[in-house]
């Protein structure tokens, strides 16, 4: 159980930790509440005490808070804490035999506080209550949108529960999930120095006197405290290290800030890399917090320039010093190290002493000089061991060339010079040295273009031999007479050369501009469709496993019971962060697993960009998922409106006559004639009959509302229908007009007669006295279009479009109805396939067709058709 002292804290103020994001939940109501955490290193630091004071500072600035649950533990300072603050009653539970107090979350719930405090979240509930936790009560209370303050401490995170029984020999039964106080929009510390909280202690301010002594000896011994405290300082700093992570990929800031000691090593495979970790472990372990993480650079074919055996011996070299293993690919090692090293926001990198001689040194940097040169703002610490300077493999830049174009340049630079030479020396008495060397000098560019660096100094060399053996005095021989020729030959081979490396030089930089004009047109893509709202998770994480050929791409949520898939693309994608080859956080709750391949260093800033259009899109889903909710919910409203404004009048008016016309049938004291009472018997039938349409309306609605109505279509005869939906009606108020020889329709008997009955009731309340409603019925194409008309008053274009909306009457008055009618009717239309719409009647007035689709042949067929007479002439 967690515990708090009964006098206000003197230590050191609290700290807090802002969490990044943590206010929303993307799949709950439109606001959730918000979290604070007081954390502890132990009882009696004055978690409690300064909620409560926390409390009061709201109180004073108009903040409706109730205190939800606080246990005082019977100390006078907490107790006299609780003045002024409202409490709502906490709930009895029996449990063998005695009756526990628990928080009541329905009575909270029922209250509606804008702050409630609960006390001590690791506590688990007495059998029967609402959840088995309380922190999962809170969690309904943030569902809620109640704001939460509570009390934990660090000895009931789940993650430090082992590291807590180690350090005091207590094993904690009470736990918390990490993730549930990581959530939590603010993360106040409360600290107290050991000696402080032992003095606290002795005078009786946490536990009682009987058992001070115990304590003092045991639990809140200096040392315990102390390791205590540094957990909990060390957990808040891992909280506030997220918290700047997500804030420097928001901002897109890449220069390093140097918050935390994060210490990156160059794992090369090779022997001397035992060295570098150890050396780079001890480097880490001088500050507390620190981070060891091992880095491979593999080259951009992806294959391993070390043996698989030893970079696994490193890696479990690694994970035994308490750091991380990481594989990047990158056609240059010291920039894919440093592009690896701002992103993880490091302070230092460890690269041993080059194993290359110095010869080659002057030719070009070591990775060493290369990391050194673009580290920036980051250290680089130089580690020298026994394998420096000597023949170690250094990793050979790779082409951007294709392997044909490679060969073909190979072959034009070495059969190239010698085609040359013999159309030369037939042309010997034309030409002369200098237009020979051009030549040359032409073809080597010629080789560049096509093979590369490599083939064209091989040709320059080549041809400048050729050119000295055949055309430089004396010929047939090595041997240069003029010393002026000998100046030409060598700076034939220096120019071709330089001529070679400028071509090698563009040929990189167009496969890089090629590559990052697609990674910006990949980017600018998902940017639109984001920002547009065409694309779903699941179409953008497919997008991001097609645009870097991935194997599997999973978008992972966290939740209180592990991961799980928002939306996934490709065959078996990972089920966690752990079953994946990298992971991009998108925000604190969820991530991007991807699997089929090792990404270069320079892809993770372009996934990362990725990563964040995920954030925005599943932002803006949240966005509009609480749009929705909130059309609905007033769409819903104003049903409720008008639904309580109709029945106050239109039910009513009903009743009132069936109310009147039974008291006056069954009044003893009047004299009523039979004319009298058969008119008031008239009255009540139709006051009955007026009241039974309204309820059938509502409820039809309701059942459509719930989608509870299930047609059964069947080939059906419009006489099936049609004389039934008209018996209501007095003679002369309808006419029809429909051929004898109609075709069978699809379509539920039932609900269709109700439909065809709503529609000529609204068409006789509109008609004017005396004007029939006809009923006509037609084949067009593969339909019978139903006609119901009137030529009332019509219906205006632009209230065409809410004319089947629900409590909708012409004009917006009392029409003496609910404005039920045509809503339901085209609910059941619906229903069986069939099609209603609003025309003018030409002349004046409102046409409604209903478009019910034929019955198939076979069905045609195989009914049974009755001849009739028909259905033409007048209703009775």
């Not at 600290?191 to 946490?206: F, I, S, T």
């Not at 570098?276 to 294959?303: N, P």
């Not at 030479?421 to 080597?444: C, F, Q």
Request: aromatic residues 4%; proline residues 5%.
């Amino acid at each position: 159980m967690t515990s708090d002292p009964g006098t206000p804290p003197t230590a050191q103020p609290p700290t807090a930790a802002p969490a990044p994001g943590a206010a929303t939940d993307t799949r709950r109501g439109p606001r959730r509440g918000r979290l604070t955490v007081y954390l502890g290193a132990a009882p009696g630091v004055g978690k409690t005490y300064a909620m409560l004071d926390e409390a009061h500072r709201r109180l004073a600035r108009g903040t409706d808070v109730v205190v939800g649950l606080v246990e005082t533990h019977g100390r006078g300072g907490t107790a006299h804490q609780l003045d002024g603050l409202e409490v709502v009653p906490r709930r009895a539970v029996a449990h063998r035999g005695a009756a526990l107090e628990e928080l009541d979350v329905d009575a909270v719930l029922a209250r509606a506080p804008q702050v409630v405090l609960v006390d001590e979240l690791a506590h688990t509930n007495a059998p029967g209550s609402r959840h088995p936790k309380r922190w999962q009560d809170v969690h309904d209370l943030l569902a809620a949108g109640v704001d939460v303050l509570t009390t934990v401490n660090v000895q009931h995170l789940e993650s430090l529960n082992d590291d807590v029984e180690a350090i005091t020999g207590v094993r904690q039964r009470e736990t918390v999930p990490d993730a549930v106080v990581r959530e939590a929009d603010q993360v106040q510390l409360v600290d107290l120095p050991p000696e402080a909280l032992r003095r606290r202690l002795a005078h009786g301010n946490v536990y009682r006197a009987e058992q001070v002594d115990a304590s003092l000896a045991s639990y809140f011994r200096v040392g315990n405290l102390t390791a205590l405290r540094e957990l909990a300082l060390l957990w808040l700093a891992d909280r506030v290290d997220d918290s700047l992570t997500t804030y420097r990929r928001d901002h897109r800031i890449e220069q390093s800030w140097p918050a935390r000691e994060r210490v990156v090593v160059a794992v090369t495979g090779g022997p001397e890399s035992d060295t570098l970790l150890r050396r780079g472990a001890r480097i880490a372990q001088r500050a507390a917090g620190s981070e060891l993480l091992a880095v491979h650079v593999l080259a951009t074919d992806g294959l391993p320039s070390a043996r698989p055996a030893r970079l696994a011996e490193q890696r479990r070299l690694v994970e035994e010093l308490g750091g991380t293993f990481h594989t990047v690919v990158g056609e240059d090692v010291a920039t894919a190290l440093v592009e690896f090293a701002r992103g993880v926001n490091a302070t230092m990198v460890v690269v041993g002493l080059s194993r290359r001689p110095r010869w080659r040194e002057v030719l070009t940097d070591s990775h060493a000089t290369s990391v050194a040169r673009l580290a920036g703002s980051i250290d680089v610490h130089l580690v020298t061991h026994e394998q420096a300077r000597g023949s170690g493999r250094t990793r050979r830049r790779r082409s951007p060339l294709s392997r044909r174009r490679r060969v073909t340049g190979a072959l034009l630079g070495l059969v190239g010079p010698l085609l040359l030479t013999v159309v030369l020396d037939g042309m010997r008495d034309v030409l002369g040295l200098t237009s020979d060397l051009m030549l040359y000098l032409a073809l080597t560019v010629v080789v560049a273009l096509v093979g590369g660096l490599w083939p064209a100094i091989a040709c320059a060399v080549l041809g400048q031999l050729l050119a000295n053996w055949f055309f430089t005095r004396p010929t047939g021989r090595f041997t240069i007479a003029d010393p002026e020729n000998a100046l030409a030959l060598g700076v034939f081979v220096l120019v071709a050369a330089a001529v070679a490396s400028v071509v090698d030089l563009a040929a990189r930089r167009t496969a890089e501009a090629y590559r990052a004009r697609a990674e910006a047109s990949a980017l600018a893509a998902v940017s639109r469709s984001v920002l547009s709202g065409q694309d779903t998770a699941a179409a953008l994480v497919a997008r991001l496993r097609e645009t870097f050929t991935l194997a599997s791409v999973a978008l992972l949520e966290r939740g209180d019971d592990g991961w799980r898939p928002i939306a996934a693309d490709g065959g078996a994608p990972p089920a966690a962060p752990d079953d994946a080859d990298a992971v991009l956080t998108v925000d604190d709750h969820r991530v991007l697993a991807l699997t089929g391949r090792t990404l270069a260093a320079g892809d993770r800033r372009v996934l990362e960009a990725f990563a964040s259009q995920v954030g925005v899109l599943l932002e803006q889903e949240r966005l509009r998922g609480q749009a929705a909710q909130a059309a609905a919910l007033e769409q819903a409203d104003a049903t409720r409106t008008a639904l309580l404004a109709a029945v106050s009048h239109d039910l009513r008016t009903p009743l009132a006559t069936i109310r009147a016309s039974v008291d006056a049938l069954t009044a003893a004291d009047l004299d009523l004639s039979a004319q009298d009472r058969t008119d008031l018997v008239g009255t009540l039938a139709d006051a009955t009959a007026r009241l039974e349409r309204l309820i059938d309306n509502l409820l039809d609605l309701s059942r459509l509302q719930t989608g509870a109505v299930r047609a059964v279509l069947r080939p059906t005869s419009l006489d099936e229908v049609v004389p039934l939906a008209l018996e209501q009606h007095a003679p002369g108020q309808v006419r029809l007009q429909v051929p004898e020889d109609l075709p069978l329709v699809s379509t539920d008997p039932g609900l269709l007669e109700r439909v065809v009955a709503n529609l000529v009731s609204n068409a006789v309340r509109y008609a004017p006295p005396g004007a029939p409603v006809a009923v006509t019925a037609d084949v067009v194409r593969h339909e019978v279009v139903l006609r119901v008309v009137d030529t009332g008053p019509g219906v205006a274009d632009a209230a065409k479009e809410h004319l089947f909306a629900p409590f909708q009457r012409l004009g917006d008055t009392s029409g003496g109805g609910l404005g039920l009618g045509l809503a339901v009717a085209d609910g059941l239309a619906r229903a069986v396939g069939a099609r209603l719409t609003a025309e003018d009647t030409p002349g004046g007035g409102l046409t409604m067709a209903v478009q019910v689709p034929l019955a198939a042949p076979a069905d045609r067929s195989s009914a049974a058709t009755s001849s009739g007479d028909g259905l033409a002439g007048w209703a009775s």
